[in-house]
């Protein structure tokens, strides 16, 4: 496994890997790894000459410090994994390798970024943004592998990919979890063992939303969700939002020819997590 820390190193490897007609898969991550991401590896594995990991814990996109100090870090311990998933490239570039200057770029992705995180993480997903897309031009993948528990995050980078005109195919990932359903998360090795048990409440809840669809309106189904996890006082409930797939704005009827997510965000002790489900 080759491991590069410079920008321009790694894009002319790359570069020459594309040169000699290698496709490239990647696989872009704040570290932290877990089965979640092995399973983007694995994907991107099977589908990809060579893959490149990036592990990279990226400022821009906190909008809370305390969150961003407590994010969990081993890079040992990623590098161990990736050695033997056979990952071929991991770029682990520092602050000042991505962001040599104050950053000034400002995208635009409309109503995609005015609702759920969005809301709660002003200015969140314009440092993803920003992130993705110089790893993109770093890397110059011919796919990139993200994973659809952050739905949005995903909706938003193919906006990106769309409107900045970027050659990569999007590969999205399905959520993996638990035995008990908590959809793993890197954020998931800060709960206590107390709290770990009590956060299968989450899928438990997000399951119920899915089985009631047929008995009440999207808006009572809604209200219905925000008082159950008000009820129970592990949880602080940030939102619940049952929105069509596409434009990820609030349903206000059932449609089967739409696709329909319902998505959630709640705080449980110091620990944020968030979670969806396909209901159509
Ligand atoms: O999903 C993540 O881990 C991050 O948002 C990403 C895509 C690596 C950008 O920092």
Known sequence: MLTYTSRKEIS??????????????????????????LSLIERANNETDILVVSVFV????FNNTGDLTSYPRDLQADKKILETVGCDIIF???EKEMYPKPTTEKYNFGTLETVMEGTFRP???NGVAIVVKRLFDIINPHRAYFGEKDYQQLTIIRKLVETEKIAVEI?????LREDDGLALSSRNAN?????????????????????RKNHICPAHLRQLIINIFDANKNFKLEYFEIVDDKTLQPIMAWES???????VAVW?????????????
Do not use: W, Y
């Not at 490897?13 to 932290?32: D, H, N, W, Y």
């Not at 990226?58 to 996109?61: F, G, K, R, V």
């Not at 709960?191 to 089985?211: D, W």
């Open 12 to 37: 002319e490897k790359t570069e020459q890997l594309r040169g000699e007609g290698k496709s490239i898969g990647f696989v872009p991550t704040m570290g932290a790894l877990h089965r979640g991401h």
């Open 58 to 61: 990226n400022p821009l996109q």
């Open 92 to 94: 682990v570039p520092d």
């Open 123 to 125: 200015g969140h997903f």
């Open 171 to 175: 590969v999205s990932c399905p959520t």
């Open 191 to 211: 709960l206590t063992t107390e709290q770990r048990k009590e956060a299968s409440f989450i899928f438990q809840t997000l399951q119920l939303a899915k089985k």
């Open 257 to 263: 020819s739409k696709g329909m997510i319902a998505f």
């Open 268 to 280: 449980l002790g110091k620990v944020r997590l968030i979670d969806n489900i396909r209901i159509i």
